[in-house]
């Protein structure tokens, strides 16, 4: 292997990259291209109850509007659940300000955005739910009919009341994290074109699930997934943002609406609002450790905002939760996760995938511990990590390639770390 | 309305609306697509274009602000055959991941080495500082910068320093 491994190589779209010449979504253009913009929820919860789009159709250059009321069949779509409608339609909810209400299909950026503007929405306010301990409670209305509870995930290794009863001292601390953009700094974009006499459906849009997405764009419009055809360009970052569909079923809709080239390139507002985000994350964490600084048990809750939609979250959350103990040795762990829907943006895929907010959990339970017990904490993190053998809390036996230590000890090197003194 | 714009030295009359950003004038009607959007509010950088020897956010500039103005895109570096030092630079030292903050990289980094054939790394990271990528690839785009100082001054090919420079529209 060797010229493999540890060989550096030139990137091999580099050279069309530095030059500009490779081509994003937005870089593609058709002679008779249409422009998509999307009509979006005024409310995070409301039900809507009129929808008017005869002003935005009377403007010159507008070529369509598209409504639910035009495509009643389509089906719900979705990662794991397919929970999130295509478009809202009349008595039915929007659940966040990215729910799509309509399609605008015009001549061009300028005319469909001011198409937008001229829709009217006449909805049912309802209670916005924006924390998920409210929609957790008995009288939170459910934003979704099975209730607000998306899914609950257990963890159970050892014993942690005979851990706790074990430790000579027990932190107990509830941390919280906040919605973050993965933020790929390509706005989500796609151009559709529809073959009439094949009926395909060409999307040259980005995803990081090329087939994941093509079959359930096809699920969503009831065509078989041949039907359906993706073609992925360069992709200006991704980072979990792109695992969700965002322009993909809009794209097919006005592509077949129209039978022109489409494109839809969201402004950058569009894609705050409308795609995923890293879970903010409610984390309880109970921990005891003996005098001399070994832990005996760890305990932890996780409550993880789901926001409007399922997307990643029956994964994210109680991944999060396995994570529970980062890389220490606990022989007694208990945990329960719930995902929970809210109103707000929905949380799906992010770098670390739920355990990046578990990190400033258990790095802070291990300071707290280290100073409560007069303990260096990088001793003290040694003293606890994995090494070959170790079991994780839920049950992996960790065989190989352990190198939590050496990186602690690289890290106190490295910092030139001193220790704390202890008086 | 119609404007005469200079862009990579060719001369030529676009038809254009007061209220077309030079962003969009270059992609949608000139199709140089190399010039990027990701924000639209002049805070990424990747819409950079060097306008009258300054560096513009291009989405900031109307097309009627451009009128008779000297435009140098992605697309102006460089040759087919050939490219440009820092493109090279980019390339070798791995600085180049989803690519779509790049194109205004290499022109922020093309105006700073004019100005500055040898920064040091402070003065890198200030004259980058108008770029955000976000793999978070700015230790090796720091590197090519130093790579592409190494590679002008071996080839003397420290081009544009002392060019005049227009006002306005400037980061």
Known sequence: ?423 | MKITITVNGEKREVETTPSTRLLDLLRDDLHLTGTKEGCGKGECGACTVIMNGELVASCLVLSPQADGAEITTIEGLGTEEELDPIQEAYIEAGAVQCGFCIPGMVLASKKLLEENPQPDEGEIRRGLSGNICRCTGYQKIIDAVKLAAKKLAGTGKLAGAGKSRGKGGGR
Not at chain 1, 54 to 59: C, D, F, H, R, T
Not at chain 1, 92 to 110: P, Q, T
Not at chain 1, 156 to 169: N, P, R
Not at chain 1, 381 to 404: E, F, I, K
């Open chain 1, 1 to 423: 292997m060797t010229g493999i491994v540890g060989s550096n190589f030139l990137k091999v779209d580099a050279r069309d990259k530095v030059t500009g010449r490779a081509i994003y979504p937005d870089d593609i253009y058709f002679d008779d291209l249409l422009y998509v913009k999307v009509k979006r929820a005024p409310h995070p919860h409301a039900y809507l109850r009129k929808l008017d789009v005869s002003k935005a159709e009377e403007l010159p250059g507008v070529v369509k509007v598209i409504t639910a009321t035009d495509y009643p069949d389509l089906n719900k779509f979705g990662l794991i659940i397919k929970d999130q409608p295509v478009l809202v339609g009349i008595g039915e909810k929007m659940r966040y300000l990215g729910d799509a209400l309509a399609i605008v299909v015009a001549e061009s950026r300028e005319i469909a955005t001011r198409a937008l503007d001229l829709i009217r929405v006449e909805v049912e306010e309802l209670e916005v739910i924006s924390d998920p301990l409210r929609a957790m409670d008995d009288d939170a209305p459910a934003i979704h009919e099975d209730g607000n509870i998306l899914i609950t995930h257990y963890l159970d290794k050892g014993d942690v009341e005979k851990g706790f009863a074990g430790a000579d001292i027990i932190v107990e601390r509830e941390y919280r994290t906040q919605h973050i953009d993965q933020l790929p700094l390509q706005p989500e974009a796609g151009v559709g074109l529809y073959d009439e006499e094949s009926g395909v459906i060409k999307l040259w849009v980005a995803t990081q699930w090329l087939h994941d997405t093509q079959a359930d764009i096809a699920q969503s419009l009831g065509l078989p997934r041949e039907k359906v055809r993706i073609i992925q360009p360069a992709i200006g970052g991704a980072f979990g943002k792109r695992e969700d569909i965002s322009v993909h079923i809009h794209l097919a809709l006005a592509a077949m609406a129209t039978g022109r080239p489409v494109k839809l390139t969201y402004t950058r507002e569009e894609s705050m609002i409308t795609q995923s985000k890293r879970h903010p994350m409610i984390i309880r964490a109970k921990t005891g450790a003996t005098k001399d600084g070994y832990l005996t048990a760890w305990q932890v809750e996780v409550i993880g905002d789901a926001g409007a939609y399922a997307s990643s979250s029956p994964a994210v959350v109680h991944k999060g939760m396995y994570h529970c103990t980062g890389p220490y040795n606990v022989e007694n762990v208990r945990g329960v996760s719930h995902a929970v829907y809210t109103n707000n943006t929905y949380s799906g895929a992010m770098r670390g995938f739920g355990t990046t907010q578990m990190a400033f959990a258990y790095e802070s339970q291990m300071d707290i511990l280290a100073h409560e017990l007069g303990l260096d904490p990088a001793q003290f993190r040694l003293q606890n990590a994995y090494q070959v053998g170790s079991l994780t809390p839920n049950g992996q036996v960790l065989s190989r390639s352990v190198n939590v230590r050496e990186t602690i000890k690289k890290a106190i090197e490295m910092s030139d770390w001193k220790g704390v003194r202890v008086e």
